[in-house]
């Protein structure tokens, strides 16, 4: 967990005091269910203090509540650990090179809400905070768009692995219709 002076700091950054109060009102404002809404310092609230304080710091063009986990609360706090730096900052690569909004349609991922997900890896990187599914409106909507994403991916220093419907980073076509105009993109740890 952070430290206090870290804590301080960091709360301050992302708009809140670092008081029992300040706590509160910041889990108010981001967790969903009322029962996690205790004004304690908890892992919870380490890994959402670090989400906000990394998205605010390394992807300027994304708001935190994006990578919420789908879930919606109903078995983790949305945010069941911190969308990861290296990640932000590819995601935030993209969205410059596009010079277009890039829509998260999947980012963090429970490991209940995960298991529920059709063509879902248990070893899945939404759990951990280094992958997201994006979409580009008039780039992902066609295979040949999102072949193009994928090859500009595959070319990023920190990319591990991209797909969508029809195309992915090995360079042979592949079968995710779950995906629908999605593009899956995570980074190497």
């Known amino acids: 967990m952070l430290t206090r002076e870290q804590r301080i700091r960091w709360m301050k950054y992302v708009g809140y005091e670092y008081s029992k109060e300040g706590i509160l009102k910041m889990q108010k404002d981001w967790f969903p269910n009322k029962a996690d809404h205790d004004g304690i310092y908890g892992p ?34 949305g945010y069941p650990t911190r969308m990861k730096v290296i990640e932000l900052k590819h995601l935030q690569e993209i969205r410059d090179h596009y010079k277009k909004p890039v829509e998260v349609t999947s980012g963090l991922r429970c490991k209940q809400f995960n298991s529920m997900l059709s063509g879902s890896s248990s070893q899945s990187r939404h759990k951990t905070g280094y992958a997201c599914d994006i979409y580009i409106k008039g780039v992902t909507d066609t295979l040949n768009g999102r072949k193009k994403l994928i090859k500009w991916l595959k070319k990023q220093p920190h990319h591990h692995w991209s797909y969508g419907n029809g195309w992915c980073s090995l360079g042979y076509a592949v079968s995710a219709p779950n995906m629908g105009n999605a593009v899956h993109t995570d980074t190497a740890r």
Do not use: I, Q, W
Request: net charge positive; with cysteine; proline share 6%.
């Open 44 to 77: 919870d609230t380490d890994a959402l203090l670090r989400h906000l304080r990394n998205v605010k710091k390394y992807a300027p063009n994304f708001s935190p509540e994006e990578f919420r986990c789908g879930c919606g609360g109903r078995y983790c706090t």
